[in-house]
Nanobody, 124 residues
Framework: QVQLVESGGGLVQAGGSLRLSCAAS????????MGWFRQAPGKEREFVAA????????YLIDSVKGRFTISRDNAKNTVYLQMNSLKPEDTAVYYC?????????????????WGQGTQVTVSS
């Protein structure tokens, strides 16, 4: 069982930055592929980024490449999403998720554990 708790969301102006954190419980954090998803009002939850077990390999969707960075600290059981040059279209609830099978998957139903989400609002 893994419990995930996100933090770091908030209200920011366009062009600003936020750093989301996701703290995981348990001693097997490094055996989970981790991902970040987001869900805007009236839209389906969408994949944003994923990171491998060691953190050495990452994948981000095209719309955030060059602006967002995913990283993890296995000693702290935490995964991060650094978001720079934020745009109003980045406004959403952001969720972290853990995949107990592999890493890099992009479908919601492929992840085993989810956090409660943290709101990110970008004003224009």
């Amino acid at each position: 069982q893994v419990q995930l708790v996100e933090s770091g969301g908030g209200l920011v102006q366009a062009g600003g930055s936020l750093r989301l954190s996701c703290a995981a419980s348990g001693r097997t954090f490094s055996s989970y592929g981790m991902g970040w998803f987001r869900q805007a009002p009236g839209k389906e939850r969408e994949f944003v980024a994923a990171i491998s077990y060691s953190g050495g390999t990452t994948y981000l969707i095209d719309s955030v490449k060059g602006r967002f960075t995913i990283s993890r600290d296995n000693a702290k059981n935490t995964v991060y999403l650094q978001m720079n040059s934020l745009k109003p279209e980045d406004t959403a609830v952001y969720y972290c998720a853990a995949d107990g099978t592999t890493w890099g998957r992009r479908r919601v139903n492929e992840y085993d554990y989810w956090g409660q989400g943290t709101q990110v609002t970008v004003s224009s």
